[in-house]
């Protein structure tokens, strides 16, 4: 990535982030205001999802920070008005709660991408749009690396809901014009994931885990297969499908090779930390029936379009999100709550 190019073009910008003070967000965030964007983070605080205020601390006066749902369409009607760029990172990420409660995931994950196009459209068709999908979308691999033809079929409610939002940025780039690019996500982790709960992801409960000294329990053989990401090269892609014309009205994957086994990530913990443990245990009946089997993704597309590839090994990566995580644990273990500071746009 051309760090002068990018540090240039985000100066003075004025940038949106749906899902601002989550994870992938608040990293997104930080990075901007380096940058010297404009920034406005969207974020409805539910406290079952991953918005904490901790995670924008350090840039609390340089933000404005909106506490609203993507589901109420007028305050996204007045909030995309005036944006030049919209990160879209908010969404229901829980394929578990999107097999209990399909509806809440339909609203958010497909129904309130409409709603925020259908006001790009009206109010601001000149914005630019980056639009995170996942990698849930593909299902069961039928070959791997899993490129970008490979067959579409979703094995969750979470992952119809994702591919509709997905193909609703297509449609509105291709009939409407409005600039949109859509990566599709894979494993990512880093310092300010969400870790009240295992309903988001293995990652950050494994780490959990880890750091509090209890057993990690690993579902199946082990040997699954996933690649990640850390967060910081995910932030590093966002930021370039925002300034790279070129990318408009098309679909990516993100990645990292070479992948590496449940089991493989379990003792790489242990190692770090210097202590834990790990078991094998049988899948619950909920997760098998949605479980994919290995997965790992080809990012040559976008690595031949922009020259991206991650940057940070599972190792330095896994080493500085725990270093994070024994630091502020108080800030994450324990459920947020929404505190009394409030922040507007202005």
Known sequence: MDEKKVKSFFRDKRVVITGGAGFIGSNLAIKLVG???????????????????????????KINLNLSDVRDTRSMDSLIRGAELMFNLAGQVSHIDSMKDPYTDLEINAKSQLSMLESCRKYNPGIKVVFASTRQIYGRPEYLPVDERHPLRPRDVNGINKLAGEWYHVLYHNTYGIRTVCLRMTNTYGPRLLMKHNRQGFIGWFIRRVIDGEEIRIYGTGRQKRDLNYVDDVVDALLICGCNESLNGEIFNLGNFPPISLEEIAKLLIKINTSGSYRLVPFPEEKEKIDIGDYYASYEKFKKKTGWSPRISYEEGFKRTM?????NRRHYWQPQHLCEKFYTVT
């Open 35 to 61: 940058l010297g964007a404009k920034v406005t983070l969207i974020d409805s605080m539910i406290p079952e999802y991953g918005g904490n205020l901790f995670n924008i601390k350090e840039i609390e006066d």
């Open 323 to 327: 270093e994070y995580y024994k630091k």
